[in-house]
């Protein structure tokens, strides 16, 4: 059994030795931790358990706790999410979850929260002074038990309609430790697969399946039980792994685990998320004039 994650830094973690095809390099911006990984070759994605293309690690300080510095944040935020972006055309945006279920509401909130500008062109855009803003599309997808259609599915038959040039999905992550809930941002240019974390797998989302660039955004918000249970023993081994699915019961076998401040963390998660890709999406316009707009 995996121990399982969303984050490829921490599958990263987990290799006892690097990893020729695999590009790794950190930073300090803004007093934030950025790790960057690429993986450039098929072999280095099956040892690191993540496709080929980059990962975009932050360290931020616990969004429950802390709030200062919000523009520093931003600011790297979207500038890593504008290298990965077309300098050009449409963008959609879609915030993937369930927004009835917290921990999972990450991807909706932060979509509540997009400037659409998609619909305003020609004459309404030059009267208004609007005629720099880049055309944005934005949807919440829902989840397949609520719409009984596919995520993958949905987002199809939207970019089949209004052929954008990329798209931007935003998701809540799991990781396998404590410390990183509300404390890690993750963008990537390589899609998503929805619920895997959870081990709930559904159709890969990613320019493969799409036709278009998938950039991904997401913060860790839960840790599977037996994760954690791996993570708090430092079991990493078969033998010993066996041994803690032997003591856990089958209902503890499909927990997960969430912070009691979960409901604080997805406020704040989602402002930062969606103003940091407001920035990033509209960057022909004043901060001050794009405040004023959301």
């Known amino acids: 059994m995996e121990l399982r994650t969303d984050l490829a830094m921490e599958n990263k973690e987990l290799l006892e030795e690097d990893v020729k095809g695999i590009d790794y390099s950190k930073e300090e911006r803004e ?20 496709p080929k293309g980059t990962y975009i690690t932050i360290e931020l300080p616990a969004l429950t706790d802390h709030m200062e510095n919000t523009d520093r944040r931003l600011t790297v935020i979207a500038e890593e999410i504008s ?12 915030g993937l979850g369930n927004i009835e279920i ?20 020609g004459e309404i855009a030059r009267s208004t002074g609007l005629e720099h803003l880049r055309a944005v599309a934005v949807l919440s997808t829902g ?17 089949k309609r209004i052929k954008p040039s990329a798209m931007i999905v935003i998701d809540a992550l799991a990781s396998r430790r404590l410390s990183r809930l509300g404390r890690t941002l993750q963008i990537s240019d390589t899609g998503i697969s929805p619920g895997a974390g959870v081990g709930n797998h559904r159709t890969r989302i990613d320019q493969s399946t799409m036709g278009i ?4 955004v997401g913060v860790p918000t839960v840790v599977d ?21 032997s003591d856990i019961s089958p209902e503890g076998r499909a927990m997960v685990v969430t912070p009691k401040e979960i409901d604080l963390l997805i406020d704040r998660a989602a402002r930062l998320i969606s103003l940091s890709i407001n920035f990033a999406l509209q960057k022909e316009i004043e901060q001050a004039d794009l405040l004023s707009l959301l």
């Open 102 to 121: 917290t921990s999972d509401a990450l991807g909706p909130k932060v979509s509540s929260k997009i400037l659409a500008t998609r619909h305003i062109s």
């Open 213 to 216: 660039p998938v950039i991904a």
């Open 225 to 245: 039980a037996i994760t954690l249970a791996c993570d708090l023993l430092h079991i990493y081994d078969d033998q010993s792994l066996e041994k803690v699915l």
């Open 143 to 159: 989840v397949t038990g609520q719409t009984g259609i596919e995520t993958g599915e949905h987002l199809l038959g939207v970019i």
């Open 83 to 94: 290298k990965l972006l077309p300098a050009f055309g449409p963008v959609l945006v879609a």
């Open 31 to 50: 007093e934030l931790t950025v790790e960057r990984l690429v993986v450039r070759s098929d072999r280095a994605g099956q040892l690191l358990k993540k």
